[in-house]
């Protein structure tokens, strides 16, 4: 049982990595091209601009503390989310995985609600890919017909997840707070553990082999290639159409529409109850559900990310009102910036040591969700505990949590201080 959690684990920090990748790419292309980032600074700098000028002046939707608006703002709430974003950034970059599982907790340890946390973000994901992605050569042969069916798939599934948020949240606030909360528990408990054991496992191997260290994300490696499962072997010997050909470059293979369909709904409504792009799911779905190949399914996965993400978070989040425009802007600021940071340093530091580093960062956001519970169980009424206590709890979560996430930010600005001039001697 064990080894099979462990392939588990092991397929979604790859799918992490290639969403990480995508990441990285998306924002040097919008980094690079002056007018994307002057548009970039400007959508996210003009609602406070705004705010700050005529905020006794504005109607309530636009203003009002019970409307979350572009310009329901405040200086501190989009430094706070510039801060958060560029945290993020500098995981995703550093690390090449995870850095999406900060920004929903972190949301909502500042006090945001589940559900807005959840649009936000996912618009912040969205915003970054219209502005920045071309689909890159690199990213490997696209199966358009694979991209159709699990985009359709998705979009379904996104349309269920985002339904059941928003009638929870109508139903109780608090009792949607509760749920996202509980799906985030159970998330990074997994994730954290498992990283934990492969840190454990790693540094063993490296004191063994005097010295030796582990690849990171950034470093010119190649996502892992893997054979066809026996699972998917079953699955593509199902004869159900209509039938999609692909791989052609393998010999081809075939596999039902039916089940690429359901791959995508199940992606699809964890994108819009989570709040994340989903990228983490897509590796083992295809390789080790469908029998895709590792070369196919990089470039189908990115079609998915951007399509789910943006009519998720317009269709399912913005049109009700539960998307923070300024803090998503804010996010996709403070992200542009900590990715290609985050990236740089992986040249001069030990994989080791960012694996260490991921492991605690991942743990860090599951005890601070862990430490909420209590708040958000008391609040949906399902347990009675003292208030003092939870609040208690809350608060050390959220120290935990924000403390080991600056105390990382810090080492990776300070190695790129430090290391300035090797960074310029080996940029590409």
């Not at 139903?171 to 949607?176: E, H, M, Q, Y």
């Not at 690849?215 to 999609?244: C, H, R, W, Y």
Request: proline residues 2%; aromatic residues 12%.
């Amino acid at each position: 049982m064990f080894r099979r959690f462990r392939q588990i684990y092991d397929s979604m920090i790859v799918s992490s990595q290639l969403y990480a990748r995508w990441e990285y790419e998306t924002s040097m292309e919008i980094i690079k091209d002056r007018r994307r980032f002057a548009a970039v600074l400007f959508i996210t700098l003009l609602p406070m601009a705004i705010y700050t000028v005529a905020a006794t002046e504005l109607p309530e939707i636009l203003g009002g503390k019970h409307a979350y608006a572009p310009v329901h703002s405040t200086n501190e709430m989009l430094f706070t989310s510039i801060l958060i974003g560029l945290i993020a950034g500098l995981i995703t970059g550093c690390i090449g995985a995870g850095g999406g599982f900060v920004i929903t907790p972190a949301l909502m340890s500042i006090g945001v609600r589940g559900i807005l946390a959840v649009g936000t973000d996912q618009f912040h994901i969205f915003a970054k890919s219209i502005v920045g992605t071309t689909v890159h050569k690199k990213l490997g042969n696209i199966s358009i017909a694979l991209a159709v069916v699990f985009v359709v798939g998705s979009i379904i599934g996104a349309t269920l997840g985002g339904v059941v948020n928003r009638a929870i949240f109508y139903a109780n606030p608090n009792l949607s707070d509760l749920f996202i909360n509980v799906i985030y528990v159970l998330l990074l408990g997994f994730l954290g553990i498992f990283a934990l054991v492969d840190y454990v496992k790693l540094k063993k191997r490296v004191a063994t082999f005097d010295g030796g260290d582990v690849q990171t994300a950034f470093d010119g490696g190649e996502i892992q290639t893997v054979g066809m499962t026996k699972i998917a072997t079953k699955v593509q010997s199902i004869n159900l159409p209509p039938m999609i050909t692909f791989d052609e470059e393998f010999g081809g293979r075939r596999v039902s529409a039916w089940f690429v369909l359901v791959c995508g709904f199940v992606v699809g409504v964890l994108c819009a109850i989570m709040g994340v792009g989903g990228g983490f799911l897509i590796f083992p779905m295809y390789v080790y559900l469908l029998g895709v190949s590792s070369f196919t399914t990089v470039g189908t996965s990115i079609l998915q990310i951007i399509f789910t993400t943006g009519y998720s978070s317009i269709v399912q989040y913005a049109i009700y009102g539960f998307v923070f425009y300024t803090l998503a802007m804010g996010l996709l600021l403070g992200s542009l910036l900590g990715i290609q940071i985050g990236a740089l340093v992986t040249k001069v530091v030990k994989g080791l040591h960012i694996r260490g580093f991921y492991a605690t960062t991942i743990l860090a956001g599951f005890i601070n969700r862990l430490f909420a519970l209590p708040s958000k169980l008391s609040a949906a009424g399902w347990i009675t505990i003292d208030k003092g206590i939870s609040e208690a709890l809350s608060f050390l979560g959220l120290v935990v949590f924000f403390g080991i996430l600056i105390v990382f930010a810090v080492w990776i600005l300070w190695k790129f201080a430090t290391n300035i001039d090797a960074l310029r001697g080996c940029k590409s």
